[in-house]
């Protein structure tokens, strides 16, 4: 186990409410590629914020401060960004794992941290979790663990999670196939454990609280119990749902984010008058957009981007430091820090890496994924494979 190397580490650490949570940050994202080959999908920007200050944010408003990031995959850059969790009003820690742990694996890496009830979180999920609702839920059940629960429309990607009326589980079934599923409820990445759960789990070993641990813990009788709601959640391990998750936030479909301004402008923004704003649109700091330039929500620009004359922009994301040239159209599209696309390009439905160049005039198909670092000249070029 490596140590954050702060005042805390090793120590016993009481918080407000009295327990910890753990992040779950150490996923390779590879859903998400190509935007997760140099940015781990906890640091993804949504709204021009690292995804995981979304997650750190909903904890302090419930008073849960100590958090425990399990890592693996590209650490350093959340290290570098939330440091001490100071900033934030929280404590942070971090713990590496030298071979992926899976989830149960990686909260037993970090058993050292845990000495009460504890939650645990999928690093990717959005969701307004009411951790204080969850807790008392858990403890009022007495239960050994409790599992927070959501509908989505299709469960055959996710962990589908079977209860009596008295919200029990019974049954924990990983991925069903469409004839399997009986309920449209679903492991929403949130638990909370009893520390005495940790014993059921080898050290050492790659192991899953959904295939290994709550399974076991169902075969042998102990109370396990499901917590329903259907506040907003969002799993955002694709492209799909990336983008959907920003219609959503600016759309007011998650009632945790409201805006008081259609256009929500960052600091030091230089806008010609003439640019046309529909919609929601977020713009970063220290943007420039030059004249003629059109808008349309939802969309977000990442802080320091340059805009060029008569570039339209719908429906799509951009990270910081990408500068676009003059007449350029994209449509539905997602594109990573540090872009170079020049003059008269189209692009819709794309997903563009960090770094990348994409001379003037391509056209990229829909649904084209281009690679980090990647010079595309030509419009068959860009890699499908990623
Ligand atoms: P995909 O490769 O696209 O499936 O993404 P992923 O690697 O993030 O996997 P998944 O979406 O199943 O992971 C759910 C959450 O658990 C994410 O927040 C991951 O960062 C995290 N996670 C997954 N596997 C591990 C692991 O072995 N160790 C740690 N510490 N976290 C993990």
Redesign the pocket.
Known sequence: MEECGCEHCGKEVKTKSGLKAVI?????????RPLTYHTP??MVPVLNLPFLEHVIRNLKEHNITEIVM???YLPASMREYFGDGSKLGVHLYYVM?ET????A??VKNVEDFLDGTFFVL???IIQNRDFTAILKFHRRHHAKATVVLTPVADPTHYGVVETDKRNKVKRFLEKPKAEEVTTNMINA?TWVVEPEVLQRIPPDTKFSFERDVFPQMLADGLPFYAYPTDNYWMDT?TPENYLQLHRDLLSGKNEAYTFDTDVIKGKRCQIHPSVKFKGKVMIGDKCRIESGVKLSGPAVIGPNCRIGENTSISDSVIWHDTVIGEGVKIKSSILADNCKIGDDVKLTGTVVGDHVNIIEGIQLKKGSRVMPGEMVKSSDTASQKI
Do not use: H, I, Y
């Open positions: 779950l940050v150490g996923g390779e994202g590879t859903r998400l999908k906890p399990a890592q693996f794992e992926p742990m899976g989830s694996g990686a999928n690093g990717d990445g391990g």
